[in-house]
């Protein structure tokens, strides 16, 4: 470093104590909310062709911790205050076992996923083998807390250059070598131990932290994030059901065609861009149609080593970056991918300040998920990185088993043997797998009309299908077209019927939070026309529909209809006299509401369907639509006025 030597260590018999990151104090207070999930767990897996030396192989891990002091970190709280207890010595956690099928291959994979560390005790980095018929699998796992994908890179380029170094001397792969062998103890030898240690970083930067060039960067960050930030999160397709795994993540992968690439990589050339710059200048837009706001908020990572010293350093050095995007002027592609471009250079240049000073100053007393400014992660994961230049066996990287996910959306650009793809990881308890489909499907589209002509302004990029446009707006036809033959449907809700038939997955409804898809849509209002039929609603029937503006509005309103019935409008903003004064005036039988609405327009006699307290007897009707036998001639709805519409 410029103007620090590496740190000298407490002559401690067993260990040496320093003061924990400011990255570290969060994640172990991160790790403290997770209650035992594998969320921050790192565990990274090699296929290995061919013969392996476990021997070898083993005593080359060996040397990892031996040279990495954060793989031999634990981390203890005294008097309120975190400290990295670094051991002098510790041995590798090793684990072997053999695998007759890729059944085994994936149950073993998951059980390294999810084995549990302890942050107090450690140790928080192991490694196993698993012996498969063409080789093995090699699992490298980490606590976040002490690694990043960085540090990854570095741990598995040194493990199998020793291990390749080890296969140049006496002995033969295949053949285990005694583990105290003169030769596998000179395979943990190539490399020497970096000159810099992650403690050094730790000192670094508590130092630097002190310094004007700190404040500085915490200037640039409160005005970048200043004032009142959008709460727009993506439109969950509802509330985690009671008892599932919170946060259980899944994945979603699809590739960039050669032809969308070639024109990526000629726009990056004439705006002096990356492919990551206009992939995440796309992204900004596809997440601000669907959240509904032209302030558009989205996390990043960045690598955090800016100091040469620490480029072989392992130990988490990941930060994580806020972009911000102004949409409201809709700009020309091109104007918005130059004003990204300048915005993440700007960060970049930033990005020293650690994320938790940040939050600390944006929002102060705030923890956890509602500390964050965003709740969407976008990312470059170069996988070249993690097997270029693997000496010894043939070393493919494995995609591991989806664990919990940190982010309502993850969504990571993909660089392998110079092509492009994309992997959205998601949390399967707010959103079906459908519904990031179609978001894939969706950025696909727009970074296609994008690069084909970045010349458009953002409203005009289309990111709908041809089946998606046709059934925006209304879904009946000009009224010489409606159908007039039996066979054919000729009520709205007949018609959305159809088209929710035919796209079943698409999207039909989003409202804050709250997202349905056309099938869900459908369902649900099939359910309340069963009951609102069991408690006597047919064609012409009024039925009172008393709810706020939400989706549950949509589907009372289908299911009314569905029903054969006709919807009388309630206003819950309406004085209760002038609601109970309609009901009476009306004389309804029937009304759709709410707990929350009910106190507005009860009365004695009245047949009530709340859609809250009756969600479970909903639940139990048929999915399907009931017969009715109603007709275009069947009243509708009937709406009281105010007498100023006529």
Not at 342 to 363: G, N
Request: aromatic residues 6%.
């Amino acid at each position: 470093m410029a103007s620090h030597d590496p740190i000298e260590r407490p002559a401690e018999p067993s260990f040496s104590a320093f003061r924990a990151s400011g990255a570290q104090q969060r994640m172990y207070f991160l790790q403290q909310l997770e209650e035992g999930r594998p969320t921050y767990h790192m565990p990274v897996f090699y296929g290995l062709e061919g013969p392996v030396d476990e021997a070898a192989l083993r005593t080359c891990a060996q040397g990892l911790v031996d040279r990495h002091e954060a793989l031999r970190t634990r981390f203890v709280l005294r008097d309120g205050e975190l400290w990295q207890h670094i051991d002098t010595e510790a041995a590798l956690v090793w684990s072997s076992a053999a695998a007759r099928g890729p059944q085994d291959v994936e149950e073993w994979m998951a059980a390294e996923h999810h084995r549990p560390f302890d942050l107090e005790s450690g140790p928080l980095f192991r490694a196993a083998l698993l012996h498969t018929p063409e080789g093995a699998v090699l699992a490298l796992a980490m606590h976040h807390i002490v690694a990043d994908g960085w540090s990854v890179g570095i741990l598995a380029r040194e493990l199998l250059t020793a291990y390749a170094r080890h296969g140049d001397g006496p002995g033969t792969p295949g053949r285990p070598l005694p583990a105290g062998s003169a030769q596998t103890e000179e395979a943990a030898e190539v490399l020497r131990a970096p000159d810099y240690q992650y403690a050094d970083f730790s000192d670094w930067q508590e130092e630097w932290l002190r310094g004007a060039a700190a404040r500085r960067q915490l200037g640039y960050w409160e005005k970048q994030l200043g004032g009142e930030l959008p709460d727009a999160p993506l439109p969950r397709d509802g509330r985690p059901a009671a008892g599932a795994a919170r946060g259980a993540a899944a994945l979603h992968s699809f590739e960039v065609p050669a032809p969308v690439l070639a024109r990526m990589e000629r726009l990056c050339r004439d705006t002096r861009s990356t492919p990551y710059t206009l992939m995440l200048a796309a992204f900004q837009i596809v997440l601000g149609r669907y959240t509904g706001t032209d302030d558009v908020l989205v996390g990043t990572p960045v690598a955090g080593r800016g100091r040469k010293e620490f480029q072989d350093t392992v130990g988490l050095f990941v930060n994580t970056l806020v972009i911000r995007a102004d949409l409201s002027d809709d700009p020309a592609f091109r104007i918005h991918l130059e004003r990204v471009r300048d915005t993440v250079l700007d960060a970049q240049d930033h990005q020293d300040l650690p994320f938790e000073r940040v939050v600390d100053r944006i929002a102060p007393g705030r923890t956890g998920e509602e500390a964050s400014p965003f709740r969407v992660m976008f990312g470059l994961h170069d996988e070249d990185g993690m097997t270029d230049g693997l000496p010894g066996p043939k070393a493919t990287l494995l995609e591991g088993p989806a664990g919990t996910a940190k982010f309502d959306l993850t969504f990571d650009v993909v660089r392998s043997g110079g092509a492009l793809s994309c992997r959205l990881e998601y949390r399967a308890d707010l959103f079906e797998a459908a519904t990031v489909q179609q978001f894939g499907r969706h950025f696909a589209r727009l970074l296609d009309a994008a690069t084909e002509n970045p010349a458009l302004p953002l409203s005009g990029l289309p990111m709908l299908s041809a089946d998606e446009r046709t059934g925006i707006g209304s879904p009946l036809p000009a009224p010489a077209g409606l159908p007039h033959t039996p066979d054919e449907p000729a009520c709205v809700h007949e018609i959305f019927a159809g088209h929710a038939a035919r796209t079943p997955d698409a999207v039909a409804l989003v409202h804050e939070g709250t997202s349905l898809t056309y099938r869900e849509l459908d369902t649900r209002a099939n359910r309340l026309a069963h009951r609102l039929r069991a408690l006597g609603v047919g064609p012409d029937t009024l039925v009172g529909l008393c709810l706020p503006r939400s989706a549950d509005l949509v589907v009372a309103l289908l299911g009314i209809l569905k029903a054969g019935g006709a919807y009388l409008p309630l206003d819950p903003d309406n004085p209760p006299e002038r609601l109970r004064h309609i009901v009476q005036d009306a004389r309804l039988e029937h009304v759709v509401g709410t707990t929350d609405t009910r106190a507005l327009w009860d009365a004695p006699g009245l047949r009530c369907v709340d859609l809250l307290a009756d969600a479970p007897l909903l639940a139990a009707e048929p999915d399907t639509a009931p017969d009715t036998g109603v007709t275009p001639e069947h009243l509708a709805y009937v709406i009281y006025t105010s007498g100023s519409t006529g």
